[in-house]
């Protein structure tokens, strides 16, 4: 028969499958090696298919298989074992390779979830509570402020769009306006500056007087002594 390997975990447990063949009536057992009669560690006995014995035990199909099963594995567990077949001449035998390895350490947030589920689903429920309130403040507060905003985009909306008043300025108010600066002030400016005023001051400096100084002044020296002889 074909080799075995089998692993297992300090603590636990194997279930080793062994195969044999014409062994229907024939005794089986199971044990460690070199496999002498003192290394036996299970057998059944009177063609029986089943035996137990600390923390071995052997089930015997009776049609070619059997289930040998080991408990409670430790390290010192680990090496090679044997399954045997009582025949008449020669006991036959399938050879077993057992590795026993140190158990995986499990992460506490598994440990703590397995050993105790009520406190992890009441501590979902808490949160789950917790944050319901929370979620409905945020959403009235988002729907508030969109109201504040619509609010605000209508009135810059009608502020926007609301008539302003014309005011048409009064033809009779109007006219006085235009005719506190009409042209008949600027008339009578010009009639106080007329031309008229002008010619009067001309002919006080008219040429008359002019002329009699230069005659005086024109007398010369010799004219005067003429005179006076």
Known sequence: SEDLTVTGVVGGQVAIKCK???????????????????????QTTNNKNYAEKGRYSIFDFKSGDVI????????SDSGTYWCGVIRVVLDS????????????????????TSLRPP????????????????????CVGLAVLVLGLILLLFY???????PRPVIKPDASTQDPTYQNLNLAPQDSTYQTLNPAPQDSTYQTLNPAPQDSTYQILNTTPQDLFTTHA
């Open 156 to 162: 810059k909306w009608r502020t926007y769009r609301k």
């Open 20 to 42: 044999h063949t014409f062994a229907s009536n024939n005794d089986t057992y199971f044990c460690k090696d070199p496999c002498t009669s003192s290394d036996i560690l299970i």
């Open 93 to 112: 035998y399938q050879e077993v390779f057992l590795k026993v390895e140190k158990a995986p350490s499990i992460p506490p947030d598994i440990t703590r």
């Open 68 to 75: 040998v099963t080991i408990k409670d594995l430790n390290k």
């Open 119 to 138: 406190v992890t689903v009441s501590t979902t429920m808490v949160t789950m509570t917790t944050g319901t309130p929370v979620v409905i403040i945020v």
